[in-house]
């Protein structure tokens, strides 16, 4: 039976993949709550429909940073893709290409920047960072990521030091044999991945750090990890190119809200002048068309494409954003909507609003 829905897809994947990899992608902090919520925060919100609105062709496409793609929708950054798939990040970027839709490739991957940017051929791509203790292995990120054709950078900036993972620490998660972190070549590769990633970030990072970065590229810098409006704020004012609400799929601390739950807050805040990006807890098009009406400009799946990935490859992962585009074409039509900027807003509200009836 082929897959109908993304839940199909993580249901194939659990069966398909190991132990390990599978508990470490799902995986969240502490006990898990904010994970719950990035998934129930969206069933609060309701869909408004508006009838004979002449929705018989609808247009999907969008442009950010320059580039257009075919739909808002694009592939957040996922560590160690290659313990889901033989060719990891590089069938994945390939998948995001095929559909014209934006990748971005994380620090920790498991397939090089130049890899994934040669499958992706001049396909538009991103690429995450990290600013570490080391500046000069940063920069040389950033080099990198230019000389190989990525379009913007996108700093994380919600991971000081690596969160508590109860599940992954029940686990004793290490990394596999035939998995390095490919960008890495510090020759300091043990398996433990939290301790890894504490051995080089720098939990004494500022708002200096990022005008340091902003320097650095000419790229467009994306900030991800954003949850409130006064960080919003600041980061406009620092001048960055965009702000990507996040909250690291719910794996630093839990108790955080769900990111679409702090979207309209920041969205209010920052007013347009910048484009605004939101990933987690996105499983079906009705979610991505929530957060496009409450303002989000890109919608972004990060566990979504592994679980596609894990069941046939690059293939895999086409398919999942296939069922997202039709799910979403498929709301805007019946919602009355002939283009992503015709969602506004007042196509949604919040489940507590009908409590009076």
Request: overall charge neutral; glycine content about 8%; proline content about 5%.
């Amino acid at each position: 039976m082929n897959p109908a829905s993304i839940q199909d897809y993580e249901d194939r994947a659990a069966d398909i993949l190991p132990h390990d990899s599978l508990h470490f992608y799902r995986s969240g902090a502490g006990n898990e709550l904010t994970l719950k919520l990035n998934k129930s925060a969206y069933d609060r919100i309701r869909i408004r429909p508006r009838v004979l609105q002449s929705s018989a062709r609808r247009d999907l496409s969008v442009r950010l940073f320059g580039d257009e793609y075919s739909m808002p929708i694009g592939i957040s950054p996922t560590a160690l893709q290659k313990m889901a798939h033989p060719e990891g990040e590089v069938a994945n970027g390939k998948a995001a290409a095929s559909r014209k839709v934006p990748f971005t490739l994380s620090t920790l991957s498991s397939s090089t920047i130049e890899e994934v940017g040669k499958g992706m051929a001049k396909a538009p791509r991103w690429f995450q960072l990290y600013i570490f203790k080391d500046r000069k292995v940063t920069k040389e990120l950033v080099q990198r990521a230019e000389k190989a054709g990525y379009r913007a950078i996108v700093l994380t900036v919600d991971a000081p030091v690596f969160g508590i993972r109860r599940a992954d620490n029940k686990n004793r998660f290490m990394l596999p044999p035939n998995i390095t972190f490919a960008n890495m070549d510090d020759g300091k590769q043990q398996r433990d991945y939290g301790a890894y990633y504490d051995e080089r970030s720098d939990p004494a990072l500022t708002w200096d750090d990022v005008e340091w970065l902003l320097k650095l590229t000419k790229l467009p810098v994306i900030v991800k990890g954003i949850l409130t409006k006064e960080d919003a704020l600041i980061a406009v004012d620092r001048g960055v190119q965009g702000i990507w609400v996040s909250n690291h799929g719910a794996r630093q601390v839990d108790s955080e809200p769900a990111t679409i739950e702090v979207l309209p807050e920041i969205v209010a805040a920052v007013a347009d002048r910048i484009p605004i990006i939101i990933d987690g807890g996105v499983t079906q098009g009705t979610d991505v068309f929530k957060a496009l009406a409450l303002g989000a400009k890109m919608v972004c799946i990060g566990r979504p494409a592994l679980w596609g990935l894990a069941v046939n490859g690059q293939q895999g992962v086409e398919n999942v954003l296939d069922i997202l585009k039709k799910e979403l074409d498929n709301v805007m039509a019946i919602a009355g909507c002939q283009s992503i900027a015709d969602i506004t807003k007042d196509f949604v509200a919040h489940e507590s609003s009908y409590e009076k009836i």
